[in-house]
């Protein structure tokens, strides 16, 4: 099975709301594998995994 890394830089709010917690749970029900910084530059995300499901997890999280 082919497997692939996604980073993500978000900027802005998103302290104090659950996006980490959100972001975990998004990505374990995926089987995706990774993780999440917060900074005073903003938020980091780094997940790897199936493309597809990678795909899921972008679409998801602008969503959702």
């Known amino acids: ?5 996604l980073r ?3 900027r802005g709010a998103v302290q104090g709301v659950g996006f980490r917690p959100f ?7 995926l089987s995706l594998c ?3 910084l917060n900074s005073a530059n903003g938020l980091f995300i ?3 995994g199936d493309p597809a499901a990678l795909q899921r997890f972008s679409i998801r999280l602008r969503k959702d």
Do not use: K, Q
């Open 46 to 48: 780094e997940v790897e």
């Open 1 to 5: 099975m082919p497997c692939e890394r």
């Open 8 to 10: 993500i830089s978000i």
């Open 34 to 36: 990774g993780w999440v």
């Open 23 to 29: 972001v975990y749970r998004l990505a374990t029900g």
